[in-house]
């Protein structure tokens, strides 16, 4: 099956599929649940400069979160586990049937390679670090230490304490799982104690029956998956677009080919992909900018980004400062089917303050004092628990909570007694707003 469409529709159905459109999650852990669930993948990434990443996915769709929320609740109530998927990622616990055919068949490849270095120089290292766990656990590789398991120094790329990659040994195989993180540090029970009796005894796929699996999720998870181009945004095993998967599940309608006008590359869609759009264009916009988080699903194939949105992102947080065109921690700005901005910024949660580094408008996009970029720079000081965003040029931004109604202001920058009051409670009449 195959479906054409104008950018226009193909936008609308992409931000609809991701859940930034025409979906009204509830605030709070409530909403969060609803999101994990229907986002079907966050990716993890460990830099916590304006909150983690998969903290900024939620955020984009779901108000009253606030940095550390997701990880805690999803690991406390078991609604997901950590595993490759889009690289490390936190899955829906009820996919792990299917994440356990990789994992019994040695999961990620490096990970596979530096568990055969380390079975070489130290066979008895893994059943080691497995008993301690097993009578100690959850453990991290800190217990581990205190214990004195497995603390031989190991070279590979990086100097490595033995104990350290046999437990990542064990979780790629499957034998451990997280069953929950501390300052994101990572703790490790034995996998049967972390996940639920019927989706741990329930018999895993084949690995073949895994991976196009895999490939139908990717697409789901994506929304438009483009045929050719953006290996980085397609699921393994390498080479999967040049063998038999994809043109099977095309010919078996699990999957369906999307055309959009003025783009060369045709995208991979879910079999409801028309129905989908059908529901998004039921939905007015919301009128709200939203920041997206770098590892976004709606970022994850650049060259739809390029083709389809005509907006170009690199995440540069890894690249030297020389090379670096934008900034180290830069977010683009979403605003109905357009994106308007993007900007560098840093938090000090020592002052409440959101250190706007930088901030740059697209060609047609909006500037920072636009109402709705106001607005949104509102609502991610509250998620932040910031007091105030400081701007280029000496403006500002208040949180929600300080606005007159919600009605989005500007402030110019506080006082530093004006700051100690505000985060005392007291506000004068004038509202201690006085530039300092």
């Known amino acids: 099956m195959e479906l054409s469409w104008s950018k226009e529709k193909a936008r609308w159905y992409h931000l609809y599929s991701v859940g930034l459109h025409g979906r009204e999650y509830p605030s709070a852990e409530e909403g969060i649940r609803a999101c994990f669930s229907d986002t079907g993948v966050l990716q993890l990434d460990p830099l916590p400069i304006l909150g983690r990443s998969h903290d900024l996915v939620i955020q984009a769709r779901v108000d009253g979160t ?69 009578e100690h656990g959850p453990l991290s590789s800190a217990e581990l230490r205190e214990l004195g398991v497995a603390q031989e120094a190991r070279r590979g790329w990086k100097a490595t304490l033995v104990a350290n990659v046999a437990l990542i040994a064990l979780w790629n195989r499957g034998r451990l799982s997280v069953a929950y993180r501390k300052n994101f540090r990572r703790y490790f029970d034995l996998t049967e104690r972390v996940i639920p009796a019927p989706l741990y005894e329930r018999t895993p796929p084949t690995l073949d029956e895994f991976w196009e699996w895999l490939l139908v999720k990717r697409v789901r998870d994506a929304g438009l998956l483009p045929l050719r181009g953006d290996a980085d945004s397609w699921p393994p095993p390498k080479g999967i677009r040049r063998s038999g998967p994809p043109a099977r599940l095309l010919e078996e309608e699990k999957l369906v080919l999307v055309h959009v006008e003025g783009v060369k590359t045709p995208f991979l869609a879910p079999p409801d992909a028309g129905s989908l759009l059908e529901e998004a264009r039921r939905h007015e916009p919301d009128g709200r900018a939203r920041f997206l988080s770098p590892l976004d699903p709606l970022l994850w194939s650049r060259k739809a980004l390029k083709e389809l949105w005509d907006f170009e992102y690199t995440w540069e ?120």
């Not at 997901?80 to 994992?103: C, N, Q, T, V």
Request: net charge positive; charged share 30%.
């Open 317 to 436: 947080v890894y690249k030297p400062p020389a090379k670096r065109r934008w900034g180290y921690y830069v977010l683009p700005v979403l605003y109905k089917d357009r994106f308007v901005a993007r900007f560098d910024g840093k938090f000090d949660a020592a002052t409440g303050t959101l250190r706007v580094l930088s901030y740059w408008e697209e060609p047609g996009g909006l500037p920072w004092s636009h109402p709705a970029i106001v607005s949104a720079f509102q609502r991610f000081l509250g998620y932040l628990g910031g007091e105030r965003a400081t701007l280029p040029g000496g403006g500002g931004v208040r949180a929600a909570w300080g606005a007159r109604a919600g009605d989005g202001s500007l402030c110019p920058r506080l006082s530093a007694g004006a700051l100690k009051k505000r985060r005392a409670g007291v506000v004068s009449s004038r509202g201690d707003d006085r530039p300092g």
């Open 66 to 134: 606030h940095p550390g929320e997701v990880l805690g609740l999803v690991h406390r109530e078991r609604l997901g586990f950590e595993y490759w998927d889009k690289m490390l990622s936190l899955i829906p616990i009820a996919h792990f049937p299917w994440f356990r055919a990789r994992m019994e068949a040695g999961g990620n490849r490096w990970e596979r390679e530096r568990e055969e270095r380390l079975k070489r120089d130290h066979p008895e290292a893994l059943e080691v670090v497995y008993r301690a766990v097993g």
